[in-house]
Every structure is written in C-alpha cells, then in structure tokens.
C-alpha cells in the first residue's frame, strides 16, 4: 500500500489527509471522515481494490467542505492515471462529519471536479440529540441536503447501544425512502472498533452493504 | 392486510430490496426477520446459512420431512412448511423458525423447486439472463461458496403445487396482497441470501410488473 500525504490539511493542530493506494487499484475511492484509519484497515480495504482518503478530522466550519471537496480533487488527481472516472463512496462518523460531506459532495458536483455515488453515516445525528437540537428540522435539512443526488446510494447507521440514534437515523433514513432515495438502515453493535474498521469486514453487514452500494448484485440490471 | 406494527428502536436492518436484485440479512439468534410484499404477488428467492460454517445451510427437504414428532406421532413428510415449523440445514441444524406468516392462506411458498438460473431463461428463448441462482451465488461468494454449493430455497410467496393426476407441477400466480408478509426467528446465527425474483417471462410467477419488496431484521 503506497500513502500519499495530501497538501491542503483540514483545520489546524496537526489535522491531515492521506490517500493510501493499493497495489492493484481500481476505480473505487473511499474518503473517510471518521478519526484515524489504521495500517491493518487500510490493508484489508486496499485487498478490495479501495484506495482510501483519510481525512483525520472536521472542524465544522464554514471552511470544511471546501477543503475535503479540493482535498477529494486531488485524490482523483493522483488516482487518474491508474482509475478515472473514480467511483467514489464518502464515509463519516457523527453529525458535523456528515453534514460537511453532505455539502462536499455538494460542492464536488457543482464544480464538476468528481462524483460520489456512494454515502455511509454513522450516527449522523450524534451531536444534534446531545445539544437538544429541533431533530424534525434537522431529519429534513439532511434529506434535502440529499435530494439532488439521483444514484447516491446511503447507508444510514446508528451504534445500537443509543436508543435515540437508532430513533433518529432510522426516521431521517424512513423520510429518503419515502422520496425515492436508495438508502438502507443498519444498527450496529458497538464492539470498540471504528467506522473503517467496520467497513473494511467483509464478513459483516455494515462490510458487505458498503462493497455492494457501487456493484449492487442484480440479475439484470436494464429497467 | 395491514403489516403488524414493528418497534423502531428493535429493527437492526432495513431496507427495500428493488426488483431483480438481491442481498443478505444478517440475523443474531432471537432475532426475526420480515420479508413483506410491498405490492403483492411477488416471489423472492431465499437460501439460509448457518453462519458458523455456511457450507450448512438450508434443506427444504429435510425441513419438511425431518420435523421432531409428537409422542407417538406417526412419520408423515409434509408438502409444506407453516408457521412453527423448523427450517433445517442439510445436517438437521435448526436454522430458524417461521413466526408469522400473514397471507389470505398461510403455507403459499414453494419448497419444492429450485430457483430460475441462466439455464432457464436460456433454454426459453431468453440467453444471456441471469436468474435468482446466479443472484445468490453471487451473495455467497464472499464466504468461499461457489454456484454449487447454493443450496434449493424457499421461494417466499411463490405459488406452487403438484396435480397428482397430470403428474406435474403447477406454477400459478401468487395470493399475496400487498403488505402480507412472512417472519422468521433466528435460532443459530445466519446468513439470509434473497433474490427479489427477476422471472417475468416463461411462466406468471410474478405478478404483471415485478415490485419491490421490504426486508427487516428485528430484535426481540
């Protein structure tokens, strides 16, 4: 696995962006928002053919999804010669991860510079229940935030042991079905490991539905 | 029928798999799984692995006919399952137990046939189509399966009999209504492999158009 430090660190205090790629890389890219990823996950994701960008952290501010959208440019930058068009699934742990890779992607498909197809969030309301947020209104600022994705497939999870998480993304993942989005619901079991970590098991639900959102398995695919 | 009301905070796993795809659910001892037929008269496919070693996985033979009988209970193999009945593996594991199974008659599931594959569709004028086999082989890959080892399923909501007097089978159009649904409880770890079945030529297993259907796994 070769790593690549991107230039355009996100936030300050030693926040920054890797790209790991795999020996044998394809057209799949995974951007990940969601704390550090271990050489181990990398290994294991990069055996699938993913190349990973890591980005350590998000601040939330105003400034964030304008660095992960340049920062995602330049992945697609150093993959084009070996996969272009990237095929590119963004993956974050948390409310403020989300919301600025919903508005990332927003940004990367205004410009043009690359096109996610795919969008795992873990407890994407983490932070709006413990701060007491209006949760109706932000279940439909995160679905209209997804409306103009046609072919964005999501996964919305929640760690099982938060009773209101799992309430709240399974609502926010209820209203994007209801408007026709390809999204599934997952509660996942807390063992300690990371959103990454999950991910990269392909032997697990959250592993297997994440490898499947670009190749979904179908028997013909023309309508 | 109206589906029965499902607790938000059990369900580990939900989605609406569209037509002629397929996916897997992964379900916990205790844990139910719900297939409903989002609009009636649509088939899908399911094969089931004991987790611990999927080359176990599910026997509709022995699942009709190796049932624990009742004291003195006289061996009858039975032509299908119902609600209460085992699903058991090709060793006699016991794989799940149907709960529920919410339809005008209970029991309308095939347990007798294999799936459609590519052979199928090829030998009736349809080459190049791939059917609910090639669907879970392609599920089970990960978990060192091959297409061989795919084991027969049950075909949820298929409609399938035997005419003992013209000495074949008959393929008829389903009984679901939508939002009839049929639930399963896990009694060893599994692996569900469904194939939201693609057939819409040959014979009218479908309904007119093939529908989605929805798939939940829920905690006790």
């Known amino acids: ?223 | 029928m109206a589906p029965a009301s499902v607790n938000p905070n059990k369900i580990v796993y939900d989605y609406i798999l569209p037509p002629k795809t397929g996916c897997l659910a992964f379900v916990a001892p205790g844990q139910v799984l719900r297939i409903t037929d989002l609009a009636g008269l649509q088939v899908v496919d399911m094969a089931v692995f004991n987790r611990d070693n999927p080359r176990d996985k599910l026997s509709t033979s022995y699942s009709r006919t190796r049932y624990k009988p009742a004291p003195g209970e006289k061996f009858v193999p039975r032509d299908k399952l119902l609600p209460g009945d085992i699903l058991l593996s090709t060793i006699c594991t016991p794989l799940m137990r149907i709960r529920a199974d919410h339809a005008e008659r209970t029991g309308v599931h095939d347990v007798h046939h294999r799936m459609c594959n590519a052979a199928l569709y090829e030998y009736y004028g349809h080459p190049g189509r791939r059917g609910c086999h090639e669907v879970i082989a392609d599920l089970m890959k990960p978990f060192g399966l091959l297409p061989e080892d795919i084991p027969d399923t049950m075909d949820l909501f298929m409609n399938y009999h035997h005419d003992c007097s013209k000495g074949h089978w008959n393929i008829e159009p389903g009984i679901t209504r939508a939002g009839d649904f049929i639930e399963f409880e896990a009694i060893c770890d599994c692996i569900v492999a469904l194939s939201n079945c693609p057939m819409d030529v040959i014979v009218p297993v479908n309904g007119p158009t093939l529908s989605p259907v929805h798939v939940q796994v829920m905690e006790p």
Do not use: C
Request: no cysteine.
């Open chain 1, 1 to 223: 696995m070769r790593t690549i430090e991107l230039a355009s660190p996100v936030g300050a205090g030693g926040d920054h962006a890797r790209l790991y790629v795999p020996e044998l890389p394809t057209s799949r890219l995974l951007v990940t928002l969601a704390g550090p990823l271990e050489a181990a996950t990398a290994n294991l994701l990069g055996e699938d053919g993913w190349s990973i960008l890591s980005i350590t952290s998000a601040k939330g501010d105003s400034d964030t999804p304008s660095l992960i959208s340049e920062l995602i440019a330049q992945a697609a930058g150093q993959l084009a010669a070996v996969a272009s068009p990237l095929r590119i699934v963004a993956a974050a742990d948390g409310a403020v991860e989300t919301a600025a890779f919903i508005k990332a992607i927003t940004e990367s498909h205004r410009s043009g510079s690359a096109a996610v197809r795919g969008l795992v969030a873990l407890d994407p309301f983490a932070a709006s229940s413990q701060e007491g947020l209006n949760t109706d209104e932000s279940i439909a600022e995160f679905a209209e935030g997804l409306l103009p994705f046609n072919g964005l497939a999501i996964i919305l999870a929640a760690r099982a042991s938060s009773t209101d998480q799992r309430r709240l993304t399974l609502a926010l993942h209820r209203r994007l079905q209801a408007l026709g989005k390809d999204s599934r619901f997952l509660a996942i079991r807390d063992n300690g490991g990371s959103l990454p970590q999950w991910l990269a098991n392909g032997r697990d639900q959250l592993g297997r539905e994440f490898r499947w959102l670009l190749d979904p398995v179908h028997s013909r695919n023309e309508t």
